[in-house]
C-alpha cells in the first residue's frame, strides 16, 4: 500500500482558494489512479475528483468548474486547486490511491491519508 499525507487545508472567506497537496510515498505512484473525497459532519465521504494514472480527470458535479484535480509524478504528489469557494465545500478533504479500477466510489480506493480540515466562512 502507498502512504498519503494531505496537507493544505484551513480557513478561507467564501470566494477564496486553497490548494491541496497530497504527498505519495512508493516508486509506483505513477501507475496509480488518485482521488479526492470529502466529509462534512454527519454526512457520507463522498467524491470530489479523481485522476486516472494516464491523466484523465472526472468531477463531482458540485464542483465542476471550480475544482481542478492534477498531478506531479515526479514529485510522488496529486493537487487539488479549489476555487470560488463556497460555505457549503467546508469537510475534511482526504486523499485516496487505487492501484486497480478508477472511478468515484470510495470501495475502489485502498490507500487513505489522514485528512486535512477546510472551512469556509460565510
Known amino acids: 500500500q502507498v502512504q498519503l499525507v494531505e496537507s493544505g487545508g484551513g480557513l478561507v472567506q467564501a470566494g477564496g482558494s486553497l490548494r491541496l497537496s497530497c504527498a505519495a510515498s512508493?516508486?509506483?505512484?505513477?501507475?496509480?489512479?488518485m482521488g479526492w473525497f470529502r466529509q462534512a459532519p454527519g454526512k457520507e465521504r463522498e467524491f470530489v475528483a479523481g485522476?486516472?494514472?494516464?491523466?484523465?480527470?472526472s468531477y463531482a458535479d458540485a464542483v465542476q468548474g471550480r475544482f481542478t484535480i492534477s498531478r506531479d509524478n515526479a514529485k510522488n504528489t496529486v493537487y487539488l486547486q479549489m476555487n470560488s469557494l463556497k460555505p457549503e465545500d467546508t469537510a475534511v478533504y482526504y486523499c485516496?490511491?487505487?492501484?486497480?479500477?478508477?472511478?468515484?466510489?470510495?470501495?475502489?480506493?485502498?490507500?487513505w491519508g489522514q485528512g486535512t480540515q477546510v472551512t469556509v466562512s460565510s
Open positions: 485522476i486516472m494514472w494516464r491523466g484523465s480527470t
Open positions: 512508493g516508486r509506483t505512484f505513477s501507475s496509480y489512479n
Open positions: 485516496a490511491s487505487s492501484n486497480a479500477t478508477y472511478g468515484s466510489n470510495r470501495d475502489l480506493y485502498d490507500s
